[in-house]
């Protein structure tokens, strides 16, 4: 199985074929949580699990059916596996003792009764013989590793004995010594390289140290001679290896480090009369361009000594993208005997800056290159404010070059890498509207784009609340954090450093960089310019965002005339037709080319109704006031009338001449079939009132008959069946009753009502005296059909006439999401399961399926969730718009 569990626990295999035995040490062992325990019934089942996890230490059995813990021993210690061992065994076993421990058995423990005490010795067994085996395997690899950098490494080693024998040397030493490993090891004494007049000094340094290794040098520079007489400079060092008296050399070979040390001093002494007290930064490069000199001004401009620069190649200095620079300039080599070049060196604090250049060719012997000096000038500051210039050049012309925000963040991004180093950069804007932050563009090695979040305690915030910008470290950041001014958000950055973006006294949102490299450290200088740019840059966004808005707007309203499904008319102040979309081209027949720039009211308007609607446009131009919602008919080309609603909208200071937009509806043929149902309605209601008056009549007589026969009638079966019949014309009558509000559904527009009177009219002609009805519907206005009082009275009789026991009846709302839940409950028997799914169809009765019928109509639905024997709940939901509240 996986092993999962705590790294600190030792794991331990069990190994018994007595499972009972297993489960009391397991249970021992695992009491005091140092460890976990497997178990094993077999020694096949103790190399199968140790072959699929790993652990600490075995605990065995001797006796195991036919194997013992001796054979599990052996074919562990068989596979190299030393992991510790421990063996259970009885009493009196010696012999087996003996052969576990031959065999690599790190203890053994007798079986017996005091099981307490067993255990503990158990214990402190597997912790000691684990803890010795972990001893064993750091030392093992100690030791390997020394030995590989022993012999790997670069620098001669050797191990010297205390008669000054050499028992020991790598490769390294054997090359510097000319001798072969087998020719020194065990066989040459180190003094045997030392030239005499050093042997001596060195003699007595060996003696002190293995008395007291403080009272030799470490390190020392002396004289090796190899195997060819050659005489070497090194550099010595020498530790005691601790608890011997072998000592551990190491050698270096420093002959070629004095020669070139002798150049240099010559060459450094012959520049440094001329270079020494310049301001300019002057050096010297040999034909293969490494730096042979580099004056003191060097440290102060670059950070470099000049001790480190020498030796290094001229690349080493040079900014990587201004390479090719210095390849221009050396192709100039023989056309020119001198050139001036601008490019970036590169600080040691791995920023860059940028200098001039004045480049003196040298010619060797052969007329060849011989190399240069160079001169050269720190112009940061004047590049920084030639860069600052041209950036508010770019980003000015960007307004112009692009409409688009997501490229102007675009364009503004590679202005500000050109003005420092930026790896990581965002633009947050305030949307006012919301009271949120957004993120258009969001550059980060770390983070994704942020959501856009709720204006808050963020650090960006922080900055445009306080309209000042800010460079913090990741220190200062905390300590804002801990005073409770800022939130945290994302990854912790090295440095932070934002803008607020202003335009006026308007705050747009914050521009911000940010870095997480040691290596890339802002300051002062770069906050003073990303707080000089961010007002042109906010200019910037403003302008376009603008432009955007302005260019979607129009784009959107052209498509919206052009597709709109409805009529969408523009006139000009005299009537003129300006606008004219497709759907009015198709409504009327005209195409816009036919009548754009003709009256309309001369065009499409019939000429009987042209007073009227000629009065409702000149009281607009007399007034300014304009009718809204206006019903008439316009004449189509082909000379048919179709009728329009017209949705009608002024238009102030209209760049494109038109002062009324109208949108119109084609309601022809709904307007004609209103008509028609309406004919029809009538019809219907006569023949329904006029049937139902007569059924009346009819039921009046059957119901009075039965009356007159349950008086006469002696046997009680047939008084029982006059009272059903009886009952049955009774439910007659109140379906009839119903049938009323069926031809009332519909009808009449729906209408703002108080909830409160609606429940109350619906409940006025019920007997509710027993009944405690729980209200909650103040200041709650609901649009509905006019019979919706039905509604309440249809659940209110549900529930007292269905309920068995109800005692009451509660009415409340809740708003819900973009809606609002009207909750209905009583106490009653509630509504079992099998019957919700057809409550509201009419299988169960006609007064739910009235209630949904009426909800439907604006739009409102009705569904039951109480718990059957719990009473019955019904949720009305009524959509947004539907609904207002009042004081």
Request: net charge negative; hydrophobic share 40%; charged share 30%.
């Amino acid at each position: 199985m996986a092993m999962m569990e705590d790294a600190s626990l030792i794991t331990i295999l069990l190994v018994d074929d007595e499972l009972p035995f297993l489960e009391i040490v397991k249970g021992f062992l695992e009491l005091k949580e140092k460890f976990r325990a497997d178990i094993a019934n077999s020694v096949d089942e103790a190399l199968y699990l140790l072959q699929k996890n790993c652990y600490d230490a075995i605990v065995s059995d001797y006796q195991m059916g036919d194997s013992t813990g001796i054979d599990l021993l052996k074919a562990i210690r068989s596979q190299g596996n030393q992991i510790p061992f421990i063996l259970f065994t009885g009493k009196g076993r010696e012999e087996v003792v003996i052969e576990a421990l031959n065999l690599g058995a790190d203890f053994y423990i007798n079986k017996g009764v005091d099981l307490r005490s067993q255990f503990a010795e158990l214990s402190n067994m597997i912790e000691q013989a684990v803890k010795r085996r972990k001893y064993e395997i750091a030392l093992t690899e100690s030791e390997e590793r020394y030995r590989t950098i022993f012999m790997n490494t670069g620098t001669g080693m050797a191990i010297v004995e205390e008669d000054t024998t050499i028992s020991l040397v790598n490769d390294e030493f054997s090359r510097l010594v000319g001798h072969a490993k087998k020719e020194i090891e065990g066989k040459k004494s180190w003094k045997d390289f030392v030239i005499p007049s050093e042997i001596s000094k060195l003699l007595e340094y060996h003696e002190k140290r293995r008395i007291d290794p403080r009272s030799a040098p470490k390190t020392y520079e002396t004289y090796l001679r190899d195997k060819n007489g050659i005489v070497k400079p090194v550099i010595v060092t020498v530790e005691i290896i601790s608890g011997t008296k072998q000592s551990l050399v190491s050698v270096i070979d420093i002959s070629e480090k004095r020669s070139i040390e002798n150049q240099l001093r010559l060459s450094e002494h012959r520049l440094a009369l001329i270079t020494d007290n310049m301001l300019d930064m002057v050096m010297q490069v040999g034909p293969d361009l490494l730096i042979e000199y580099a004056s003191p001004s060097y440290l102060q401009s670059t950070g470099y000594s000049p001790q480190t620069l020498i030796g290094k190649r001229l690349h080493n200095l040079i900014y990587p993208d201004d390479l090719s620079k210095v390849t221009e300039v050396l192709n100039r080599f023989g056309t020119d005997k001198t050139c001036t070049c601008e490019l970036r060196f590169r600080h040691a604090s791995g920023k860059s800056f940028w200098v001039e250049t004045f480049w003196n060719f040298l010619i060797n012997e052969n007329g060849k290159f011989g190399g240069a000096v160079v001169t050269s000038r720190d112009i940061s500051d004047r590049k920084k404010l030639e860069n600052i210039k041209s950036a508010m050049l770019r980003i000015s012309q960007a307004v112009t070059a692009t409409n688009s925000l997501q490229q102007l963040y675009n364009i503004v991004h590679a202005i500000m890498a050109d003005l420092m180093p930026i790896r990581n950069f965002y633009i947050a804007l305030i949307d006012n509207e919301r009271q949120e932050l957004t993120f258009p563009y969001f550059v980060d090695e770390h983070d994704p784009p942020p959501r856009s979040r709720k204006f808050g305690q963020g650090i960006t915030e922080y900055v445009i609340r306080k309209g000042e910008a800010l460079l913090a470290s990741k220190d200062d950041i905390m300590r804002l954090n801990n005073e409770g001014e800022i939130e945290i958000f994302g990854t912790l950055p090295v440095d932070w450093m934002g803008a607020p973006l202003k335009v006026g006294n308007r705050t747009l949102g914050a521009i911000v960089v940010q870095s997480y490299d040691e290596i890339i450290r802002y300051t002062k200088k770069e906050l003073d310019i990303l707080n000089y740019v961010s007002d042109q840059i906010a200019m910037a966004i403003d302008h376009v965002a603008a432009q955007e808005a302005l260019i979607e707007s129009k784009d959107f309203a052209e498509k919206l005339i052009k597709t709109a499904n409805v009529m969408v008319v523009g006139l000009d102040e005299n009537g003129v037709i300006k606008i004219f979309n497709d759907a009015a081209e198709r409504i009327t027949g005209y195409k816009a080319v036919e009548v754009i720039g003709r009256n309309w009211f001369e065009t499409l308007v019939p000429k009987e109704r042209y007073p009227e609607v000629w009065e409702v446009f000149s009281n607009f131009r007399a007034n300014g006031v304009l009718t809204r919602n206006f019903e008439n008919p316009v004449l189509t080309k082909s000379g048919e009338e179709r009728y329009i609603l017209w949705q009608n909208s002024e238009m102030r200071n209209s760049k494109f001449g038109v002062s009324v937009v109208s949108f119109g509806i084609d309601i022809t043929e709904r307007k004609n079939m209103m008509e028609t149902i309406e004919r029809t309605n009538r019809k219907l209601n006569l023949i329904g009132r006029v049937s139902r008056h007569d059924i009346f009549n009819q039921l009046t007589v059957v119901l009075g008959f039965i009356e007159l026969a349950k008086d006469r009638a002696r046997e009680t079966d047939v008084r029982n069946y006059l009272e059903k019949a009886a009952n049955a014309g009774k439910n007659i009558e109140r379906i009839l009753n119903s049938t009323r509000d069926y031809e009332r559904l519909g009808l009449a527009e729906p209408r703002w009502e108080k909830a409160s009177d609606l429940f109350e009219r619906g409940t006025s002609a019920l007997d509710t005296s027993e009944i405690t009805l729980v209200v909650n519907l103040e200041g709650l206005f609901l649009e509905v059909d006019p019979i919706f009082e039905k509604v309440f009275h249809n659940l209110v009789d549900n529930s007292m006439r269905h309920g068995k026991i109800t005692k009451r009846i509660g009415v409340r709302y809740e708003e819900v999401g973009d809606g609002l839940v009207i909750i209905y409950e009583d106490d009653g028997i509630g509504i079992p399961e099998e019957v919700k799914k057809d409550l509201f169809t009419g299988k169960w009765g006609k007064g739910l399926f009235m209630v949904k019928e009426i909800l439907s109509i604006t739009g409102m639905k009705i569904e039951e969730i109480g718990e059957y024997k719990k009473g019955a709940k019904f949720c009305i939901h009524v959509p947004e718009g539907r609904y207002r509240f009042t004081e």
